[in-house]
Every structure is written in structure tokens, then in C-alpha cells.
């Protein structure tokens, strides 16, 4: 296989690493909340109607932001499956109900093939792939952390 087809991070073909595959999902995450956050902040009228509590047209915009995620969660998902070697089509098990769980779990703790596979050689984590791949891991940990508190605290 040409190594040169799987540079491309937003592209299925190639594989991913755990700490790649975070990383993406990190990166498309901040710029999600940066994008979907400003435009609510900069235009709240074109999401909510204040006065009549309706939702605004702007709502179009996030249901296509939601899309671009949804699509690039799939690519990162197929990659860090070939990086394990399994199917593409094997990421479809994140829409059924309790298989989802499983199989996210799987992507972030499995590790990847050592050696080449049918769908190329490893790809090496960038320096800054590591970093947000932490950041993100820290974040996910927090989140939890602090949901278990809130909980507690709430009783």
C-alpha cells in the first residue's frame, strides 16, 4: 500500500493509533464548541427567539455542524479499526444500543497492530496528537470525576 494515501487524517484509508484517534476526536471537538459557540454567542437571535422561546433558523446551522461531526467521528473510528485490523463497516456497531458503549471502549483501549496489516504500516502519533490526546483524557476523567460528585452532592 502507498504510505502517501494515508497521510491524510481525514481520510478512512490508513490507520490510527489510540493516541491519534483521540487527538482527533479532541481537535474536532474544541473546534466544535469554538464554532458552534461563537455563532450562539455572536447570534443568540438566530438560534432562539428570546421573546417567544421558539428555536431560530439558526438551529439548521448546528444540525450541519453536528453532521460534519457525526461523518468525521466515523473516519476516525474506521482508521483506529484498521489500525486493529478489523473492517471499516464493523464501526456501524456504534449505532446499536449497548454495542456502542463497547465498541468506543474498544477503539480507545485496544492497542493497535505493532506490525504492518492489511490496511497499511502503523502510523506514527505527531507530537501534538500526544499532547491533545492527554488533554483529552484529562478532560474525560474530570468530567466523570466531577459528574460522580455532582451526584453526590445532589442526594
Sequence with gaps: MNNSTHDSALSAAGRFGRFSYLAWNCLVAIVTVLIGGGLMAIFPNLFMDMETGNFGSGVIILI???????????????????????????????????????????????????????????????????????????????????????AIMGQ
Design 64 to 150: 450541519i455542524i453536528y453532521l460534519v461531526v457525526f461523518y468525521f467521528s466515523f473516519i476516525f473510528a474506521i482508521r483506529r479499526l484498521h489500525d486493529r485490523n478489523h473492517s471499516g463497516w464493523l464501526s456501524l456497531l456504534l449505532f446499536v444500543p449497548i454495542a456502542n458503549i463497547l465498541i468506543a471502549l474498544y477503539l480507545v483501549f485496544a492497542p493497535g497492530d505493532a506490525q504492518s496489516n492489511n490496511y497499511g504500516a502503523p502510523r506514527a502519533t505527531a507530537g501534538w496528537e500526544s499532547v491533545l490526546a492527554w488533554l483529552y483524557i484529562i478532560l474525560i476523567i474530570l468530567v466523570f470525576v466531577g459528574g460522580i460528585g455532582a
